[in-house]
Nanobody, 125 residues
């Protein structure tokens, strides 16, 4: 059973940076999609970034492109989300997700069967 543990959420001023970490246990992160999603109060959950760890293939939402970077340490079974130039609209709970090995459609939320509990990011002055 895949288990996911996120960390790194904090309160930060606009323009600041944070790095979120996602440690996966119970199975490896390779040969599956890994993703970061977020949900702001009163909003639907939305994709932030996804990665196929074996090749490092990434995909980003338009709202974070150029500011956020998703990466992995496959040996440590860990996925990172480096967030720079943070904006108040980035305030949300950030969730790490792992996909089933049956799907390589990393851009679709239905691919992800395993979710963490989330880590809170607040961007405010």
């Amino acid at each position: 059973q895949v288990q996911i543990d996120e960390s790194g959420g904090d309160s930060v001023q606009p323009g600041g940076s944070l790095r979120l970490s996602c440690v996966v246990s119970g199975d490896t992160i390779t040969r599956r999609c890994m993703g970061w999603y977020r949900q702001a109060p009163g909003e639907e959950r939305e994709k932030v970034a996804t990665i196929w760890p074996d090749y490092g293939t990434t995909d980003y939402s338009d709202s974070v492109m150029g500011r956020f970077t998703i990466s992995t340490d496959n040996g440590q079974n860990t996925v990172y989300l480096q967030m720079n130039r943070l904006k108040p609209q980035d305030t949300a709970i950030y969730y790490c997700a792992a996909g089933d090995r049956s799907s390589a459609s990393c851009q679709y939320e239905y691919t992800y069967s395993y979710w963490g509990q989330g880590t809170q990011v607040i961007v405010s002055s």
